[in-house]
């Protein structure tokens, strides 16, 4: 398909998904026997078609990705327009959350906006599509899954995450020390400690969450003895040595699935990890 085409089929399937994203609360609550969680896809659509795969073979019922779709990746249109048809196909099993790099901030100076550098309608629909995806999502009652992390504030409880005031929830990241620690990605951003981790945690009745945002050349990290698992599903550049991850969460477990990227494509490492939600 040539650019101009696959542009035009993306202003379709912003339309097609805008109402569908609009339905949608601001935190959405859904209980799946078997989910896909992937994140921070960035353009990679071939790494994308790589995922879907293995969640096809996985027999997965249901799709969760943290958001960062568009950027640094060469094929930003091709992975938002397989994702809206996979939301529009399967609307309820199909989250799709809001990533940093899905804000006017980010999406209209970066390599997204230069695909859409002749189409600044289209630049202006995905982004009012943006503002209406979802920003956290709570899976069998225990896992909370953001892209960034909480925000930090000591009270907070799930009915205060909203659609309008998301800063927080997409550019925090854990950090070691406890509290609140200023972030070097700029002002009003937060490392977020393990107490105020657990302190969400307990008093909303979860028991972990998954989060994307930072790369991580082995595709996880494992924070807060197992509380908060970081996650990234992009390989940023060749090298054998680089891995990234998808996770599938089942009712009483989470397992991640690590791949690196051979020059025949990307390839499945035997090792996997995982976490149980007892
Ligand atoms: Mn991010």
């Given amino acids: 398909m040539s650019d101009s085409k696959k542009i035009k089929k993306l202003s379709e399937n912003l339309k097609r998904v805008k109402p569908l994203f609009e339905k949608e609360d601001a935190v959405i609550r859904s209980s799946f026997k078997k989910t896909l969680i992937a994140t921070d896809i960035h353009g990679d659509f071939a790494a994308l078609e790589f995922i879907l795969e293995f969640a096809e073979m996985k027999n997965v019922d249901s799709y969760i990705f943290l958001g960062d779709y568009i950027d640094k990746g060469q094929r930003s249109v091709d992975v938002l327009n397989t994702l809206f048809e996979l939301k529009c196909k399967l609307p309820t099993n199909t989250i799709l959350l809001r990533?940093?790099?899905?804000?006017?901030?980010?999406?209209?100076?970066?390599?997204?906006?230069?695909?859409?550098?002749?189409?600044?309608?289209?630049?202006?629909?995905a982004n009012s599509v943006f503002e209406s995806m979802p920003i956290a999502a709570v899976l069998n009652d225990k896992i909370f899954c953001v892209h960034g992390c909480i925000s930090g504030n000591k009270e907070e409880t799930l009915d205060d995450i909203s659609k309008k005031n998301t800063m927080k929830y997409l550019w925090n990241d854990p950090g070691a020390e406890n509290g609140l620690s200023p972030s070097v990605r700029g002002s009003g951003i937060y490392s977020v400690g393990p107490d105020v981790v657990e302190n969400f945690l307990e008093k909303n009745n979860l028991k972990v969450i998954i989060r994307g945002h930072t790369s991580h050349t082995c595709g996880t990290k494992r924070w807060f003895d197992g509380k908060l698992i970081s996650l990234y599903s992009m390989i940023h550049y060749d090298s054998p040595e680089i891995r990234a991850a998808v996770a599938i969460a089942k009712e009483d477990e989470i397992k991640f699935y690590y791949f690196r990227k051979t020059a025949s494509g990307f390839e499945w490492e035997d090792k996997k990890k995982k976490l149980k939600l007892k």
């Fill in 99 to 125: 990533g940093n790099h899905e804000t006017r901030e980010l999406s209209t100076w970066l390599e997204f906006s230069e695909d859409l550098a002749y189409h600044p309608k289209t630049l202006d629909d």
